[in-house]
């Protein structure tokens, strides 16, 4: 009975027979899966195959047409909204940064959990990402396509999550900014932080410690 307690409580996220579906389309079909905590799931496969539905389902962006996900043994429908994304953070391919400054966009973790910014912590996770601290005052318009995927990731991760959600964080940015990211997110890896990443880059394919096929809507371990 301890030992099957003792299992139960690695379950940190559980979908159970999954399905999606759009405009009368099946986008994904009876997906059932269990994550552990502190794992790091790759997902890859064709195009247009609900990689990128999956993960917004579990961030609970969209809502399954059948099917229920479990987060920490509870339905995610039984979640406050803001409570759950904080515990489940996505990162999208093409960062959405918002305001006028970096700072603006560092701000926001703390502003939503009614916290004093704090810039010392802000500046550390800029050097996190090889940013130099200045660049906390930095106009968003000035950054970099790599520059400005930084700045999303660690406001992500100011406070940690749960899971991170990483939905092909890493196209189109050159070879050290993806060394740079693929080092952070190691680090929180290493921190007890749950990764599922979304990629195309034969690299990460390769270097998966679990690699998880989605084709036509449907899961193939």
């Known amino acids: 009975m301890n030992l099957e307690r003792k299992v139960f409580d690695m379950v940190l996220l559980k979908l159970e027979a999954v399905s999606y579906q759009s405009d009368q389309r099946i986008i994904l079909d009876q997906i059932s899966l269990i994550v552990e905590q502190g794992a790091f799931l790759t997902i890859s496969g064709p195009s247009g195959g609900g990689k990128s539905t999956l993960l917004r389902l579990i961030a609970s962006l969209l809502t399954p047409t059948s099917g229920e996900i479990f987060f920490q043994g509870k339905s995610q429908q ?45 500046m550390e996770h800029l050097e996190m990402v090889d940013l130099p601290k200045e660049y906390l005052t930095k106009n968003i318009s000035e950054l970099s396509g790599g520059e400005r995927q930084r700045v999303a990731l660690i406001r992500n991760i100011l406070f940690l999550p749960q899971i991170l959600l990483l939905d092909e964080v890493t196209t189109g940015l050159d070879e050290q900014t993806k060394r740079i990211i693929h080092r952070l997110i190691k680090n929180i890896q290493q921190k007890g932080c749950t990764i599922l990443q979304v990629t195309h880059d034969e690299a990460e394919i390769q270097e998966a410690e679990k690699l998880l096929l989605i084709q036509g809507g449907k899961l193939k371990q």
């Open 78 to 122: 039984q979640y406050d909204y803001t409570e759950y994304r904080q515990q489940v953070s996505y990162c999208f391919q093409q960062p959405s940064l918002f305001g006028e400054t970096v700072l603006d966009n560092l701000t926001l973790p703390y502003t939503i959990r009614s916290l004093t910014p704090d810039q010392s912590k802000m």
